[in-house]
């Protein structure tokens, strides 16, 4: 539904984004994710028409965006970091205007009506846009971006400067929006792509990183599992039970409690010896007060792939399609 190849953008001797591909399929949400100063905008406004790019394709809904503009547009809601509101406008009498520009010629009432109902803003229709608090202008700015219906919804930012609660509530009406609109999600909150997304491109520098499923990153970027135990047992003996297990890579000691120690245990990719485990404790008479495994969260991913970007060191991630992005 959105396919970018090879896409760059210099200003002077500056590229902003330099070599950008990336794909997302219908009805996906597609998370883009990079510090402040990415590209993350630019590529954004390239993908919906705003800016020309200097090499590469994109296309919308099957439309190339430099070749048939128009029609990418008609298929493609934008929402950039700034809402584009009138402030001397009701809610109800902007979201009639934007749909009469974008071509909303039947059922005009009913589509601002449907628009306000799926972004929760119906109670403040007759409010000026200049009231409204920034929660509900984003909600404005994703009734706009939805009005004519389109296939394509890119969010620049949809959650910045929200409060959490108004963060938890636009990352929930953006998954409702899934199925229905393919989206391309970009934004520098971890915790965003990571309960939004279901694919993430992370970008630094103006160059992708990374593409593959959160889920995906993670096991590529931790490599061996790890599972932290808490028992009661002396430390010297379950560090040397624990170890003597096959498919046990190392044993350590993470913490030690008034109670108990817990080892954070490393086994090998694919292994899966959580009854041995508890076997062992419990063979050697100690009480097993937890285990659970470790996964790396989005945030350690991201950190670590910036600090080996850095180096110049950036591993590949397999995408989803199975091919490779390059090293930055």
């Given amino acids: 539904?959105?396919?970018?190849?090879?896409?760059?953008?210099?200003?002077?001797?500056?590229?902003?984004?330099?070599?950008?591909s990336f794909r997302a399929e219908s009805g996906e949400i597609l998370g883009f994710l990079g510090p402040n100063g990415a590209?993350?905008?630019?590529?954004?406004?390239?993908?919906?028409?705003?800016?020309?790019?200097?090499?590469?394709?994109?296309?919308?809904?099957?439309?190339?965006?430099f070749e048939q503009p128009l029609e990418a547009k008609r298929r493609t809601g934008y929402l950039p970091e700034t809402p584009p509101l009138y402030p001397d406008m009701t809610v109800r009498e902007y979201l009639h205007f934007v749909a009469k520009i974008k071509g909303v010629r039947t059922n005009v009432k009913g589509r601002v009506d449907e628009a306000m109902k799926?972004?929760?803003?119906?109670?403040?229709?007759?409010?000026h846009c200049s009231k409204l608090s920034k929660g509900y202008k984003q909600r404005v700015g994703l009734a706009q971006a939805l009005i004519h219906e389109p296939e394509v919804l890119v969010l620049d930012e949809p959650s910045a400067g929200l409060d959490p609660k108004q963060r938890i509530e636009t990352g929930q009406l953006i998954r409702e929006l899934a199925g229905n609109h393919t989206i391309v999600l970009s934004t520098h909150i971890l915790s965003?792509?990571?309960?939004?997304?279901?694919?993430?491109?992370?970008?630094?520098?103006?160059?992708?990183v990374a593409t593959d499923t959160p889920e995906a990153l993670t096991e590529r970027m931790q490599g061996a599992v790890t599972m932290s135990l808490h028992t009661d047992g002396p430390v010297e003996d379950v560090?040397?039970?624990?170890?003597?297990?096959?498919?046990?890579?190392?044993?350590?000691?993470?913490?030690t409690r008034s109670d108990a120690g817990v080892f954070e245990i490393d086994l090998e990719r694919?292994?899966?010896?959580?009854?041995?485990?508890?076997?062992?404790?419990?063979?050697?008479?100690?009480?097993?007060?937890?285990?659970?495994?470790?996964?790396?969260?989005?945030?350690?991913?991201?950190?670590?792939?910036?600090?080996?970007?850095a180096k110049g060191q950036v591993p590949a991630a397999v995408t989803t399609e199975g091919s490779e992005v390059a090293n930055a």
């Avoid at 970018?4 to 902003?16: C, I, T």
């Avoid at 508890?278 to 792939?305: C, F, H, N, Q, T």
């Fill in 270 to 309: 694919g292994v899966d010896v959580r009854r041995e485990l508890a076997s062992a404790v419990v063979r050697g008479g100690w009480g097993l007060l937890e285990m659970r495994p470790i996964r790396m969260s989005l945030e350690d991913i991201y950190l670590s792939l910036m600090a080996e970007e």
């Fill in 239 to 255: 560090q040397r039970a624990l170890q003597g297990i096959a498919g046990v890579v190392r044993v350590s000691l993470a913490e």
């Fill in 39 to 65: 590209g993350k905008t630019t590529t954004m406004r390239i993908i919906t028409g705003y800016m020309p790019a200097t090499h590469g394709t994109a296309r919308v809904a099957g439309f190339d965006v």
């Fill in 192 to 208: 965003e792509v990571a309960q939004t997304c279901s694919k993430v491109v992370i970008i630094n520098k103006g160059k992708v």
């Fill in 1 to 20: 539904m959105i396919e970018v190849q090879n896409l760059s953008k210099e200003y002077g001797s500056v590229r902003a984004v330099d070599d950008v």
């Fill in 118 to 127: 799926r972004t929760w803003v119906t109670d403040m229709a007759n409010r």
